[in-house]
């Protein structure tokens, strides 16, 4: 029998918990403290899984926090706290914990959440988690929400990530300002914050897509049981050119990436001018990849005829 991985995991949790359980399946938890939504999410980076080489302490920290705030993005929901617990390693030096430190304090006001307690212990190897909370007053859009009609966008491109591991990890080669683009999208990812308080509102269903696109679009179908048509894979010049040089295939590096933290979400139409407009003032590389419509599963269709999009993407003790 083999070994459970992160989603049966889950599921096995759930099961115990029982059908009345809060124990939910999306991006962030809700509790309802008399007339206001308390939300908390928590995320855990492990550096064997999480840390990538050449990758500075600082930069853990930041990402560490960014995992919690993308989550909170995509629902549009303000993040106001964090608490952080670290197991650390024997062989940390001042020097090293100094770093982290500073990656805490810069992210933390980058983001405008103030951090406010936590715990330290020992580890074979550096594990932090994050847990984040805020408050809403408003509708929450689920990941199951999504109308047939509904548009299908995404606050950015997909692909810059996987590109920055392959050149990482496998040794894979490109230009150098395309290199220096991939690496960032690794080092520094952005979450789209600013643009999900916004923007949010108008969403019908919404998820974050660290977890890889096409994990994140069959969970949205699933949940939503509709079908998602995808008529525009949202990449730049940039991955499609680092494909062709390193023959890939351009749907894996788009699709079954990770390590990509922008909102996924479905709109309604007589909506879509609205999100397009605030894009447009706030400069997001708003992308329209498709549609919502009757029937089940994702499906990429373009000049070459249809196919499904399996889930692919990063599963913690499979991928």
Known sequence: MKNPNEIEIIKTFQSQFGKKSKFQADDIEVLKIGNVKFIVKSDMLVQSTDMPIGMRLDEVARKSMVSCVSDFSCKGVKPIFATIALAIPRNFTQKMINALAIG????SKEFGVDIIGGDTNEGKELVIEVSMFGT????IPSRGGARTGDII?????????SAGLKIILDGYKTNPQATKRFRRAIFRPNPRLDF???????????MDSSDGLAITLNDMSHQSRKKFV?????TGNDVIKFVRQNKMSLENIVFCGGEEYEIVST???EDLQK???LAKKMKIPLAEIGYVTNGKNVVLVNRDGSKVIKRCGWTHLRS
């Open 230 to 234: 995808i008529t525009n894979m949202p």
């Open 267 to 269: 709109v309604h139409q």
């Open 196 to 206: 999900g308080l916004k923007a949010a509102k108008y969403f019908s269903s919404s």
């Open 104 to 107: 805490f304090r810069r992210s």
């Open 153 to 161: 966008i995404t606050s950015g491109p997909f692909g810059y990530s």
């Open 275 to 277: 999100i397009r407009n």
């Open 136 to 139: 809403i007053n408003r509708k």
